[in-house]
């Protein structure tokens, strides 16, 4: 069965600085992965996902990720955070089924 | 662009009672997907359907029940409400030739009191 870990719960970063959300997945051939954002009350939007090809994907709002087979790892990036990313991220997988196995999501907090 | 509608957005029951929730896929999206969500935890898959028929099935208690319609809309039937099963349910949907492109509705806020 796949699984995902997100080892951090919360992170703070200042408005302008670099993010990196980690995500650690766990499925024995070669995963589908997907980074999802979710405000407040609000539903999953899809930020990215990577399905095959070129391990670097580009996404929505400046976001990209990193797939690294290597690592069993599927990183969330930005160069610069804007107090509007402030959210809660949760890295996913598809793999065995068509459902999709979420990890315990990463809230970030934006300072000022 | 059209996305998933759910409804309703908020429903409060008392604990034993019986709910509805809807759901309406993205226009050609043929298969819809539900998951929960509590507080504070990620989302977790219950069942999915594809052309009316179950496809799979997760953590669905047996107190729910759900179907896919002609028109692809589906709905989870949730009997004897308990006060755990407070959370948000999320609908997604996605072709079937591309199944873990889900796009996901805005959620229905179940509070079971």
């Known amino acids: 069965a796949q699984s995902v870990t997100q080892p951090d719960i919360h992170i703070t970063v200042s408005e302008g600085a670099s993010l990196e959300l980690r995500c650690n997945y766990s499925y024995g051939a070669t995963p589908y992965l997907f980074w999802y954002v979710q405000s407040p009350g609000q539903g999953l939007q899809l930020l990215l996902k990577y399905f095959s090809g070129d391990t670097l994907v580009q996404g929505i709002k400046g976001f990209e990720a990193e797939f690294k087979r290597s690592q069993s790892s599927f990183n969330l990036r930005k160069p610069s955070v804007h107090w509007s990313d402030a959210a809660e991220y949760f890295c996913a997988v598809g793999g065995a089924g068509n459902m999709l196995t979420f990890g315990g999501g990463t809230r970030l907090m934006v300072k000022p | 662009a059209a996305g998933v509608i759910q409804s309703p957005r908020h429903l409060i029951k008392e604990k034993r009672e019986t709910a509805t929730l809807k759901c309406y896929p993205i226009?050609?999206?043929?298969?819809v997907y539900w998951y929960q969500q509590g507080p504070g935890q990620d989302p977790q898959f219950l069942i999915s359907f594809y052309e009316k028929m179950q496809s799979d099935k997760g953590s669905i208690p047996d107190r729910f029940s759900a179907q896919q319609f002609s028109d692809y809309h589906s709905e989870l039937n949730m009997s004897s409400l308990e006060l755990g099963d407070s959370a948000l349910y999320f609908c997604?949907?996605?072709?079937?030739?591309?199944?873990?492109?889900?796009?996901f509705g805005p959620g229905t806020r179940l509070t079971v009191t």
């Open positions: 997604a949907s996605s072709r079937r030739d591309s199944p873990y492109e889900q796009y």
């Open positions: 226009p050609r999206h043929d298969t």
